[in-house]
């Protein structure tokens, strides 16, 4: 193949290459112009519509505004007399739960002092047991040893004081 060959070949592939672009872009803006056309049409409607809504509030004559308006009072009457009933209530129920958190402050209380007396005790006993052995004192080995007991039957009353779910009160 001689190069004045190759030369017409590579100038006939870029001549459909040129053409094949062309189509391509003619129906790329084909796609624009169309798509363009739809947009306008779609504000247009919205156009109309919002004369149209216009229109209807022009027409719209003060007695029914009016009216409407007696209808909001009403609402707004009605809502703050619920609104006041409602604060009543709500202040009768707060002042029935101040008067059970206090109850409740002084059960948890007698509890927690049960609690601590039952955990100093546990401690105590646990640390007269360890001192009584007769064998050497390890430090830190026998420390975790007596803290990890402690924490067990810290563990074991608090499961007996929690309520358990049979226990719960019923709505």
Do not use: C
Request: proline share 2%; aromatic share 6%.
């Amino acid at each position: 193949m001689t190069l004045e060959t190759v030369s017409l070949i590579a100038n006939a592939i870029q001549i459909g290459l040129m053409i094949v672009f062309g189509l391509w872009i003619k129906h790329f803006v084909g796609q624009q112009i169309n798509s363009k056309d739809a947009s306008i049409q779609s504000l247009e409607s919205v156009i109309k519509s919002k004369d149209a809504e216009i229109s209807r509030l022009e027409k719209d004559t003060s007695p029914n505004v009016a009216a409407k308006y007696q209808q909001v009072k009403a609402f707004a009457d009605e809502m703050a007399q619920n609104a006041i009933d409602l604060e009543k209530r709500l202040q009768a129920v707060e002042s029935e739960r101040k008067t059970l958190d206090t109850s409740v402050q002084k059960q948890v209380l007698t509890t927690r002092q049960d609690i601590m007396k039952q955990i100093t005790g546990s401690f105590s006993k646990r640390f007269e047991e360890m001192m009584s052995q007769q064998k050497p004192f390890y430090g830190g080995q026998d420390l975790l040893n007596l803290l990890s007991e402690i924490i067990r039957d810290i563990q074991q009353l608090t499961d007996s004081l929690t309520p358990k779910k049979s226990d719960s009160v019923k709505p």
